[in-house]
């Protein structure tokens, strides 16, 4: 539903227009509905340099009361737009005239924004690692998705689904988390070093860990359990 607010002074004559007489000191709602066209189209456009206006990115303001009288500005208008932070589905148009014809009004335009997201071409387990195989690409209206869906396949490979994803599914980063270098009970390389030496031993790592992340490992030989932190596939490091 579309809304106006308007703000209005002495100088705004709100009411409806009259069917005849000279109306040349007021601007047509065709004329506003363009300017308000063109600069959604160029912020839209500044902030998605890598879309393409008409194709990847569809505008259309929203119907405005012809009968609402506006006396023309003699400065160009001020406007300013404002979206959801999550969407730019939803948004307004904040359209002023700041001099002595006095106005303002908000006016809604809706924003399809077309491109990628990545979806799951099978189903995926829990725990599963994520490798391009499992993956497709899917064109949607990015405007009806929130923040948080994956768009390109290398937000994802290599990582671990944290939830049991259906074919079709849309992978968000809340559905994956770093993949495993380290499972609890591996056989794992321990590595100690310093900035003088290194010296690796075998090891059992004592905990699941991913790249990063501080795991318990039982030294082979000794015996002794120390703290090091996961660097790749069964390697964790220790530095002296």
Not at 15 to 34: C, F, S
Not at 54 to 77: A, M, T, W, Y
Not at 202 to 224: M, P
Request: with cysteine; proline share 3%.
């Amino acid at each position: 539903m579309m809304f106006l607010t308007l703000v209005f002074s002495q100088h705004l004559l709100a009411e409806k227009a009259p069917t005849h007489g000279n109306t040349g000191k007021y601007m047509t709602i065709e004329d506003l509905r363009q300017q308000i066209d063109r600069y959604a189209k160029k912020e839209l456009q500044r902030e998605n340099p890598d879309k393409i206006m008409g194709e990847d990115i569809i505008v259309n303001v929203s119907h405005i009361d012809r009968r609402l009288k506006l006396k023309n500005c003699s400065k160009p208008l001020s406007m300013k737009m404002n979206k959801p932070a999550h969407s730019n589905a939803d948004a307004t148009v904040n359209v002023s005239c700041n001099t002595e014809n006095r106005w303002s009004m908000y006016v809604p335009i809706t924003v399809e924004m077309y491109g990628n997201i990545v979806v799951a071409l099978h189903g995926l387990a829990r725990g599963e690692l994520i490798a391009e195989g499992d993956l497709a690409y899917r064109r949607v209206n990015l405007s009806r998705y929130g923040r948080g869906v994956a768009t390109s396949f290398s937000r994802v490979i290599g990582h671990e689904t944290s939830k049991a994803i259906h074919a079709g599914d849309s992978l968000k980063v809340a559905h994956i988390k770093p993949a495993k270098v380290v499972r609890k009970g591996d056989s794992v390389v321990l590595q100690a070093k310093s900035s003088f030496f290194a010296v690796k031993v075998s090891g059992v790592a004592l905990d699941n860990g991913h790249v990063g992340k501080q795991i318990r490992v039982r030294n082979s030989q000794s015996q002794r359990v120390v703290d090091g932190v996961g660097k790749g596939p069964g390697l964790v490091v220790v530095t002296l």
